[in-house]
Each structure stands twice: as structure tokens, then as C-alpha cells.
């Protein structure tokens, strides 16, 4: 069974927002996005400094089974990447929610208008069947 935590918001493509400070949404993938891929090897990271828009591609997540795109569950603007995962991609697996997180976006507006498309965690759990 795959952790889905309360106090995050989730896309159905398997990413997780997380408020931060000000105007910064942390992301990652889930719990159960990790569980599929297997043993991830690489991460393929938006640039700092890149504008991204809510559902669109930002990079790939490469693990031993396959290579999957890496989807922006919010807009705004790439201000931070966690750099600790080039060279320990295995953060993904061991810890999704944690020190496994992938980059950070400033969005225009607040948090909830941010992540008012996105799943909270019930609406979360039942599209992954928990």
C-alpha cells in the first residue's frame, strides 16, 4: 500500500504539490508513482529560470523499467531544483515525500488557487485504488 499524505495536494499524472514559503510549491512524484517505476536511476530536471504551465511536460524520471515523463502540477516559474538527486536518484524511491522532492515553482498566485485543479489526498487515494 502506497503512503498518501493529508497535508499535500496530487495530480493524476502522480505528482505531489506541497506549500513552501511565500509563493514557492514544492513537487515531487508519490508514493505510488515510485512503487511503479522501480528502481529509479536518473532525473531529468526543468531549468531554473523556466516558466511552466499545470500539466504540461518538465522532464522524465528514467528508473531500470522505463523512462516516464515528469508532469508540473502547477504553473509558474522554476526557481529551485533539488540537486541532491543527480547524484543520488534513489532519494526517489527511499524517500518521495521527503529528500526526494524534484524542483520548486514560484506560482503567480496563492497556494489554493495554485492547486485548486489538483486532488486532495481522499480524492488521491481513490484514484490509486486505497
Keep these: 500500500m502506497s503512503e498518501v499524505l493529508d497535508n499535500l495536494r496530487y495530480s493524476e499524472e502522480h505528482e505531489w504539490a506541497q506549500q513552501g514559503e511565500g509563493k514557492i510549491v514544492r513537487v515531487g512524484i508519490t508514493d505510488h508513482a515510485q512503487h511503479l517505476l522501480g528502481d529509479i536511476v536518473f532525473v531529468e530536471f526543468p531549468e531554473i529560470?523556466?516558466?511552466?504551465?499545470?500539466?504540461?511536460?518538465?522532464?522524465s524520471i528514467e528508473s531500470v523499467k522505463?523512462?516516464?515523463?515528469?508532469?508540473?502540477p502547477v504553473s509558474g516559474t522554476v526557481t529551485r531544483i533539488n540537486e541532491a538527486l543527480e547524484d543520488s536518484p534513489e532519494l526517489l524511491n527511499e524517500q518521495p515525500y521527503g529528500e526526494g522532492w524534484?524542483?520548486?515553482?514560484?506560482?503567480?498566485?496563492?497556494?489554493a488557487s495554485a492547486t485548486s485543479g489538483l486532488l486532495d489526498a481522499a480524492a488521491y487515494r481513490e484514484l490509486v485504488g486505497e
Design 102 to 111: 524534484i524542483y520548486e515553482v514560484e506560482v503567480e498566485g496563492d497556494y
Design 66 to 72: 522505463t523512462v516516464s515523463e515528469l508532469y508540473s
Design 49 to 59: 529560470g523556466t516558466a511552466v504551465t499545470a500539466g504540461d511536460s518538465v522532464g
